[in-house]
């Protein structure tokens, strides 16, 4: 079964007992519901394979989006974990400028209630990986994503391509 | 004395007042007043950029962040830094290193300031990017080691390894670890 990716901020995750005395114990803080704003009750998410051959690829996907580079925070998760809180995943076309990721690796968590996301909070919160991929690898992807034709140049923001033309001008050097 | 600033003149070296009276020189009056004037309206500039510090904290606490996503904070912020240089950094940072600001907020001034292109004010973010290594708050001393990573310096080595020692939070202590990688290989 595939695993499932969410862009977040890594330090809204950071967690522990004693750092929220005023929590209650089977309770969750609300920070991290911030990286999962739904549009239509729906979640944009990612789907990587077991091997996670293609977050390499999904990641520089994610990045294009921005306005400038940066690092990319996401967590990782067994896609195992939505069916066990009965959230429904539905197969749709990405928003970012990788074309070939849009069609085959985006999905949307379709009719989440207020309280099927907090399950899914608490799901990532225990079981999930948070990791962070750091803004000079982030433009190294990005450079070869370009190189390799899976990212139009011109669906970029000028900062972006702007630093990928200086890495190119460095590697050159 | 056309040589001289209005600030150097009215100096204590270059003023002798135990030996001369101001008003054995009608000009020394005009200069003291230009002075006034002068350092009244730094006090007015300075004053207005506190002010100014404060709206753009407080109005961005109700925004979202998303890294690599540029916000009305963040840009507000980098030409907030640009017209004011220095001083907007110095105010700046007295609100984050004295913990006042929102840590979200806080954090989110500090990855920008790390990614700024603004040369005029490079050492100074350099310093309030250091210094905020060893704030309180976990999610602002991450900001800070974005906006460090950002700089690629190999100058916040010293204090990127005194972070280091201190840090207890198991994450950041990997991340901070991290940037010290990347400044360590950086040329």
């Known amino acids: 079964m595939p695993l499932i990716l969410r862009k977040i901020r890594k330090a809204r995750w950071y967690y522990n007992q004693s750092g929220f005395p005023w929590l209650l114990e089977s309770d969750i803080p609300a920070d991290p519901l911030g990286d999962l704003a739904t549009n239509n009750n729906e979640l944009s998410v990612w789907q990587i394979d077991d091997d996670k051959s293609n977050l390499p690829r999904v990641a520089a996907a994610l990045a294009a989006n921005g306005d400038d580079i940066s690092n990319l925070d996401y967590a990782l998760f067994d896609q195992k974990l939505l069916n066990e809180i009965n959230i429904t995943l539905r197969p749709s076309k990405g928003n970012s400028p990788d074309e070939t990721a849009n069609q085959n690796w985006h999905s949307d968590i379709v009719e989440l209630s207020a309280r099927k996301l907090v399950e899914l909070a608490k799901a990532i919160l225990t079981h999930a990986e948070i990791k962070r991929i750091p803004e000079k690898e982030i433009l190294h992807l990005l450079a070869q994503a370009v190189a390799a034709d899976q990212i139009e140049r011109t669906k970029l923001r000028a900062k972006i391509w702007a630093k990928i033309d200086k890495l190119a001008i460095l590697n050159k050097n | 004395m056309s040589q001289q600033s209005v600030s150097d003149v009215m100096s204590s070296s270059s003023w002798p007042t135990e030996t001369l009276s101001p008003a054995a020189f009608p000009f020394v009056e005009d200069l003291k007043d230009e002075w006034a004037k002068s350092a009244a309206a ?58 006042t600001v929102n840590d979200e907020v806080a954090s989110e001034a500090l990855r920008w300031l790390g990614r700024m292109d603004h040369a005029p004010t490079y050492n100074v973010r350099l310093r309030l990017l250091e210094r905020s290594l060893f704030c309180s708050s976990v999610r602002v001393r991450d900001g800070a080691a974005l906006g460090l990573a950002s700089m690629d310096d190999p100058h916040a080595i010293t204090s990127l390894k005194q972070a280091i020692q201190k840090e207890k939070h198991n994450e950041l202590h990997k991340d901070l670890q991290q940037v010290l990688t990347q400044l360590e290989t950086s040329n």
């Not at chain 2, 925004?63 to 830094?81: C, M, P, R, T, Y």
């Open chain 2, 42 to 99: 730094q006090q007015d500039r300075l004053e207005e950029i506190w002010q100014q510090t404060q709206a753009l904290f407080k109005a961005a606490k109700d925004q979202h962040f998303e890294d690599g996503i540029e916000s009305v904070f963040s840009n507000e912020l980098a030409a907030f830094v640009e017209k004011h240089g220095d001083a907007a950094i110095k105010a700046l940072a007295h609100f984050i290193t004295s913990e």
